[in-house]
């Protein structure tokens, strides 16, 4: 029976019909290539709804901080003196550590003592804060993060699991391996083991070891639109095929590493289906050892898809999220939580 993959070529075929002359004469406004607006369309069924999220892309988000508790005992002390130097911050609601600026202060946020210090990790939009509470990992637990590098969840998890227990942060780039180092050493994480490898190789080195995993996984990156403007025309339909076949390989691999009754949180900033729920479908359809379960998370995030252009998606995929900047003031984000069997 051909896949989730296969059935890719058939949804391309769809929407390259679907391309009307209104979704030509919006993509041209906004400056995208047309089989993205038809997909939009898809997506979220109204021309109001689409038109808000092309609106939202227009707009820049507000950055953000996670004020790190393995330095600063005290989170207050940072507010602070960030304070002190004119900044306003707002708390994230959900996120007991975290903050959105408001107002900029003198220092770049970048540049701060307090930043140098180790005292909060910056952030260019607040999703990026969802896939480790999602995943809520403890002191106890043994930790994947299966694509780690530059090191932001990594050292959130690390966080929230108060420097116990231990996480194998993996990531197969030179550089960005090298952030991810130099974060860690900032952040003072102790209980984190770095690997320069291609995570694809986990199940092979260490069994099935881990019992919660990360893959946040790289991506085409069609949900941070707002960050990348040249996101709007340089990723080709045959580019979301490459991305989704590569993640299906690290989610397999991800979900191979991990005990039974485990955890393996799948994200992407991406609101691209090819790379969200048709990923997630690929691998359900190939194991019978993963299925979906519901994200802790008391933020009214909008269903993963049942459907898309007339190719019905397994029941257990609606239980993912999908984030919005539209609807959500974040940037496009796609969160999944799986329980190994
Ligand atoms: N989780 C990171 C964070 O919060 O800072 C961001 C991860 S980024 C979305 C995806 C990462 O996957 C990139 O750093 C990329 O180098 C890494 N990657 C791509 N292919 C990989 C592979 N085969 N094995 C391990 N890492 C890979």
Redesign the pocket.
């Known amino acids: 029976m051909p896949g989730y993959t296969e059935a890719l070529s058939t949804v391309w075929d769809r929407i390259r019909s679907s391309i009307s002359s209104r979704v030509e004469e919006v993509a041209s406004t906004y400056g995208y290539l047309s089989y993205m607006v038809a997909r939009y369309l898809e997506i979220l069924s109204s021309w109001e709804d689409v038109l808000e999220l092309l609106n939202a892309f227009e707009r820049e988000l507000p950055r953000s901080i996670r004020v790190n508790t393995l330095r600063f005992r005290n989170p207050g002390e940072v507010v602070e003196r960030l304070q002190v130097l004119g900044y306003a911050l707002t708390p994230v609601p959900w996120e007991r550590y975290s903050y959105t600026v408001v107002k900029p202060g003198r220092v770049p946020l970048g540049a701060t003592h307090e930043f140098l210090l180790g005292g909060y990790y910056l952030y260019r939009g607040l999703a ?1 804060l969802l896939p480790p509470v999602a995943l809520n990992p403890t002191g106890s637990d043994r930790v994947l ?10 050292t959130h998890m690390a966080q929230l699991m108060g420097g116990r227990g231990l996480i194998v942060a ?4 030179r550089e ?1 391996f090298r952030a991810l180092r130099t974060n860690l050493e900032r952040m003072g994480v102790e209980n984190v083991v770095a690997l320069r ?4 190789l986990v199940p092979k080195v260490f069994g099935r070891f881990f019992t919660k995993a990360l893959l ?4 085409t990156g069609e949900g941070i639109i707002q960050l990348d403007r040249s996101r709007k025309v340089k990723t080709s339909f045959e580019d979301l095929v490459r991305a989704h076949r ?1 993640q299906v390989e ?1 989610l397999r691999a991800t979900v191979e590493s991990v005990v039974p009754g485990g955890l393996v949180l799948y994200s992407t ?1 991406s609101i691209a289906p090819e790379e969200d729920e048709f990923t997630v479908a690929e691998v359900l359809e190939s194991s019978d050892r993963v299925e979906v379960v519901d994200i802790p998370l008391e933020l009214d995030l909008m269903p993963g898809l049942g459907e898309y252009f007339g190719v019905g998606l397994p029941d257990g995929v609606r239980r993912c999220r999908r984030v919005y900047p539209h609807k959500h003031g974040m940037e496009g984000f796609f969160l999944c939580l799986l329980r190994v069997l």
């Open positions: 990026s993060d299966a694509a780690a590098a530059p090191g932001g969840k990594t993996v990531d197969v780039d960005r490898m291609d995570s694809r946040d996984a790289p991506c590569l690290l900033c």
